[in-house]
């Protein structure tokens, strides 16, 4: 069995529960981490918007190694990737968890009937693994920008 197998057949997903925020606390080397969202918090606002909101945490075997937050929008056209973050320490599915979290989300959004996937301000620095997974870069509307402060989508048809 090479690497990328022995990763993948000890690959779980999960719901983000108190056990994945514990472990995002103890795991990870918060010095090293590009995004400085605090998963909790911004799950709680996500789930009071939307209750059919979507959200996952990638783990090998015991090491949380991705998370993933998203909404569907009001008529389910859309799926709104909120986040997508990445254990900044070294663990088996390093340079694995955006393409775990693109393919696991246009699933549910399939799943559910949403037409397109929009992954809201994407990290510029991960423009051409969106591009290689078929997103393309799109700005947004005025009302959007106005209402919301959007700068970027990075967005899929299914």
């Given amino acids: 069995m090479d690497d990328t197998t022995s990763a993948f057949s000890s690959l779980t997903i999960s ?3 108190e056990h994945a925020v514990e472990a995002l606390r103890q795991q990870w080397d918060h010095g090293l981490r590009r995004v400085r969202w605090n998963w909790p918090e911004e799950r709680e606002i ?11 945490a990638i783990w090998h075997r015991q090491t949380l190694c991705g ?14 990737i909120e986040g997508i973050e990445g254990n900044p320490s070294p ?11 693109l393919l696991a989300s246009e699933m549910y959004a399939n799943l559910i009937g949403c037409e397109e996937v929009w992954l809201v301000e994407p990290d510029p620095a991960l423009l051409d693994t969106y591009a290689r997974a078929g ?3 799109r ?20």
């Fill in 139 to 158: 700005l947004p509307n005025k009302l959007l920008k106005k209402v919301f402060g959007l700068k970027s989508f990075a967005t899929k048809e299914l």
């Fill in 91 to 101: 663990h088996p599915l390093k340079g694995k968890i955006t393409p775990i979290a």
């Fill in 46 to 56: 996500v789930k009071m918007k939307r209750p059919s909101y979507w959200e996952m």
């Fill in 15 to 17: 719901a983000i529960r």
């Fill in 67 to 80: 998370l993933v937050l998203g909404k569907p929008s009001q008529k389910r056209s859309r799926l709104y």
């Fill in 135 to 137: 997103y393309h870069l």
